[in-house]
């Protein structure tokens, strides 16, 4: 077994230091990810949206037309979409 040499404010210091530095970076490193992630999540859903209104918007023109919910689904969709 190794024995321990007791440890000095200065060492110490060093130590808490370089930890404080290490979850500083987890904390950025983390926060990107989760960034990264929301806007591919988002990006995903506005295609979504987008193609749906573009599907709405061909039923639209056919002779039948829409139902009101699908009506009412197209203007959702386009206060939605980002152009």
């Known amino acids: 077994?190794?024995?321990?040499?007791?440890?000095?404010?200065?060492?110490?210091?060093?130590?808490?230091?370089?930890?404080?530095?290490?979850?500083?970076?987890r904390h950025h490193k983390a926060g990107a990810v989760s960034k990264l992630r929301h806007e591919l999540q988002?990006?995903?859903?506005?295609?979504n949206a987008q193609m749906e209104l573009g599907r709405l918007q061909e039923a639209s023109l056919r002779h039948n037309g829409l139902d009101r919910a699908g009506i009412?689904?197209?203007?959702?969709?386009?206060?939605?979409?980002k152009n």
């Open 1 to 25: 077994m190794a024995t321990r040499r007791p440890m000095n404010m200065k060492v110490a210091a060093a130590r808490a230091a370089t930890i404080r530095r290490q979850n500083v970076q």
């Open 42 to 47: 988002r990006h995903t859903a506005n295609r």
């Open 72 to 81: 009412s689904r197209m203007h959702d969709l386009l206060a939605v979409v």
